[in-house]
């Protein structure tokens, strides 16, 4: 058994550093105001950036999941036609990560969203899962 283990531990030294660093991929929280019976959320094109998916159909997501009518302006800004508190925009976006970001398998932000005649699939780049997604929007 200590063989073993020392085996594993030589083989282990030879691996590179990088493999057993976990990188931590964080969600930008939301930036904006309250205009009037508005919200303006300023940062919207930087975390469907970061995220990867496309703004509409993130924003598409979000105003269904709020019940509320909005739009993206020529700006690059979003409006919300409702006052939304932005903990509750954060709490959606992370509800559209889980669904349509993040692996099923490996939990990796590492995918795209690959279409298929009338069906649309998350497919990882880490570590090759393909999954069909149960839209809640269609994408």
Known sequence: MEEYKK?????????????????????????????????VISNFLQIASILRREPENMLKFIL??????????KSGSVIIG???PASRINEKIK?????????????KPDTKIEKEGNFSFIK????????????????
């Open 7 to 39: 085996l594993l531990e030589d083989v282990r030294k030879e691996l590179p550093e990088h493999i057993f660093q976990k990188e931590r991929f964080e969600i930008p929280n939301v930036v904006g105001h309250i205009q009037g019976n508005r919200t």
């Open 64 to 73: 269904r999941e709020l019940a509320t009518p909005g739009e993206i302006k």
């Open 82 to 84: 409702a006052k939304v």
């Open 95 to 107: 509800v559209y990560a889980n669904f349509y970001v993040f692996c099923y398998e490996c939990s």
């Open 124 to 139: 990882c780049q880490a570590c090759g899962a393909r999954h069909i997604i149960k839209s809640k929007v269609r994408l």
